[in-house]
Structures are given as C-alpha cells and as structure tokens.
C-alpha cells in the first residue's frame, strides 16, 4: 500500500527520528516541512547513508516557517497540487525556550510556530485527509513536541 505522509520539522531531532522510521517502513512520499534547506538537505544525505539513495529519494522538502502563516498556506498547497492522497500528517516542529519576540501578524513567535502554524496546515490539508480517508481508510494526524516546547 503506497502512503504519503508530511513532517513538520522532519530534517532534525525528532522529527528526523520521525521521518527516519516512516521511510524505514517504506512510505512511498514523505513531505519534509522545515525552515532550513540546509538542515533538510543534509538530513537527505543522512537517511541517504542510513537507509539508501531510493528511501531517501522518496523525501521532498518544502520550505514552511510556521510562525508566517502566508508561507503556511503556501506550502499546504504545494502539497495539495502535488498528491492525490495524504496519510499521515505528523505535527512536529518547535521552537524551544526563546526570548519574546513577535511575528508579523503581532503573535508571540514561539505560539506562532508550535501551535497556530499547525493548527492552520492542518486546516488546509484537512480537506485531502479527509478524501484519503474515505477511498482508502484510516488517516492520522499527530501533534506532538518535545518538553522544551
């Protein structure tokens, strides 16, 4: 069965881990969501070494800070323009302990990314979760963070 997944925060800490066993159990598409390019193309090389050139393949990084909702939106659709199905949906990435800053939209930046900017992905992937569901079964979305979040 060919599953395609998203991970917010998939090229470091745990959600390397995260996006690490998903490919390990062979998803055949894996969004990477991060800030990063850097950081995501090196997690490629790692899972490149770790796991082999055609699991690595399989993950496709797509620029998204979550505490700029316009970018937020953007990247949900890229992902909606680019499957027909969504799986897994894996609420991940965090900031941890930072000095008070706001966003653009006047929000403390450290809500802004660990909890409005993946309430309002979730907003626009809801919809292809919920077609992946009906033809093909169970989705999930997980949110989770780490103590430091």
Known sequence: MSKVGVV???SEGIGYGI???LLSHDIEKLYIL??????ASNAKK????ELGQEKADRAVWIKCDLS???????AAEQINASTDRLDI???NAGRGIMTYELTD????????VNHFGHVILTSYLLPLLKKTSKQH????IVNQSSNAH
């Not at 991060?34 to 950081?39: A, G, N, T």
């Not at 790692?46 to 070494?49: I, Y």
């Not at 700029?68 to 953007?74: G, H, L, R, V």
């Open 46 to 49: 790692s899972l490149a070494h």
């Open 105 to 112: 939209y006047g929000v403390d930046r450290h809500m802004a």
């Open 8 to 10: 917010t925060g998939g």
């Open 68 to 74: 700029d909702w316009a970018e937020t939106k953007k």
């Open 137 to 140: 079964g169970l989705t999930r």
């Open 19 to 21: 996006t690490h066993i």
């Open 89 to 91: 949906l894996v609420n």
């Open 34 to 39: 991060s800030v990063s390019e850097d950081m």
